[in-house]
């Protein structure tokens, strides 16, 4: 794995680069951003070692995009169309549905690899990018059997090497369960966010009384726009069944306040309390 | 102040009871706890110097009441009948309108002052205990005017001490602020944790997914029902109203998202991103 190919130096492509550089030290790794500034300064920060375009990417060993989910839906075919036969291109986005259905009859399918690497931060952009990230993390793999087996392995072993475990699963799994366990807390955090910066348009100072909790919960909400509205789009209806679920257990837990009924709330706490056992496991 | 008692020996009493003793080295600290075994460990622990019971208390300088709010306002009465005249009742809890209201007509309320140290963990116990937790955090003082001048002055100066910042308000300008950033977040997270939980049931594996940004958004959820149940019951009208206005916006962002309208998908997003000017803010 000589030449690497980062398409997107934003906070997951260029800590991948950091870790990648880490890891196989005499490899090259060029970035690819159609926002220039991006580029310029994932250059000057050393997250990327040169500028590149498309039409280097023949020479490339690995490609890894790492570009808001609906331009790696269009951008997809063309880069495996663009690259060697032995060259592997992996997609690291947020669903995995889309962007397996726009290569299934690809010449080049057995050139892609579909993953989804769990980590990250509220952050976006270059200057985002941390060695490291993906320590200890999960990286759900999909459709590994799409892949040919030799590139498949070296993309496993440079992902293992960065620190991932791997996790295998079809995608319509993926995109189901991911929607619970970080689709909808981003929308529960940008609403809880919302809902307290309305309230304090007439109510000054109401921040000064925000501690670390409300922090923790509403951390969430500085996320991108950019990235998150098309993970969405892409997974609009497991998203709303999540919606549905949360938004019912809420009115659920409201009306038990209303009738006073104090017993269940607590009994309702008392019960998700398992989330820390769940959270441990999860370390 | 010589003898300082602290009433209920877990998180926010043990903890305040360690910096009470840091900055003011010539203290006893007594603890009184119903729980007999959470007296015994903060004893075991050091958080407290020495047990002592009501019968104790016409010797303390300082008391601080820090128990479930629902047992403060039945014991906060007790405990001003048992001071003396030149000792300083400090209630600590997350309400401020209940135990305002319970001692309004109290021949000792002038020993009494209302504060809302807004600091803690999700962590619950002596064992929770931390130094510096008061560090640059706010604490809320109400109806300081109804405080004896002299004593209120001693209370402040100790809270200063330990590092926290004053406000004042009225109790019932607290309780309807504190709902949106601080109760509304811990139903968000505990209606997070259930909806996530009820999923995993039926799907296994379902955590395996789970990244940092649940687990900060779930946080919360880890907390005690024992102390949120009363606290939600007290403040009942401003949590429904929070409620509403939370589920009112979740459900008007699924609307747009089942209505393919993801423009202002991303302009909701965008708008809240301000969170990290008032995040910046807070710290």
């Given amino acids: 794995m000589k030449n690497i ?11 991948l680069a950091l870790d990648l550089k880490k890891v196989l030290p005499d490899s090259v790794v060029y970035g ?14 050393g997250v990327i070692d ?26 997809l075919p063309k880069i495996l169309d663009q690259v060697s036969d032995f060259s592997i291109v992996v997609d690291v986005g947020s669903t995995k549905q889309a962007i397996c259905n726009a290569v299934a009859d690809h010449p080049k399918r057995r050139n892609f690899l579909a993953m989804h690497p769990i ?12 060695l490291d990230l993906f320590q200890h993390k999960t990286n759900i793999v999909c459709e590994v059997e799409k892949t040919a087996f ?5 993309a496993i072993n440079v992902f293992n090497k960065i620190g991932m475990r791997m996790r295998y699963m079809n995608p319509e799994s993926h995109d189901k369960h ?5 689709h909808l807390s981003h929308i529960s ?38 990235m998150w509205t098309p993970i969405f789009k892409q997974n609009k209806d497991n998203v709303v069944e999540t919606l549905n679920d949360y938004i019912k257990n809420l009115t659920q837990f409201k009306t038990l ?27």
Avoid at 150 to 154: I, R
Avoid at 193 to 198: H, L, N, P, R
């Fill in 119 to 130: 980590a990250g931060t509220e952050f976006s952009g270059p200057r985002a990018a941390v």
């Fill in 50 to 75: 040169q500028k590149a375009t498309y039409k280097d990417l023949d020479k490339a060993d690995l490609v890894i995009l790492a570009i808001p989910v609906d331009v790696s839906v269009t951008e």
């Fill in 257 to 283: 306040i209303e009738n006073d009924d104090f017993e269940n709330v607590f009994k309702e706490m008392k019960d998700t309390n398992y989330i820390k056992q769940i959270l441990n496991g999860i370390k």
């Fill in 189 to 226: 955090a940008f609403m809880l966010g919302k809902t307290v910066i309305e309230k304090e348009k007439n109510e000054r100072d109401i921040f000064d009384m925000a501690g670390s909790g409300f922090e923790s919960t509403v951390r969430l909400a500085k996320s991108s726009p950019e």
């Fill in 32 to 45: 690819i951003d159609k926002n220039e500034s991006h580029l310029v300064e994932a250059l000057e920060i």
């Fill in 5 to 15: 190919y980062i398409i997107g130096t934003g906070l997951i492509g260029g800590s």
């Fill in 150 to 154: 030799k590139l498949q392995e070296q």
């Fill in 178 to 182: 991911i929607a619970y366990v970080s």
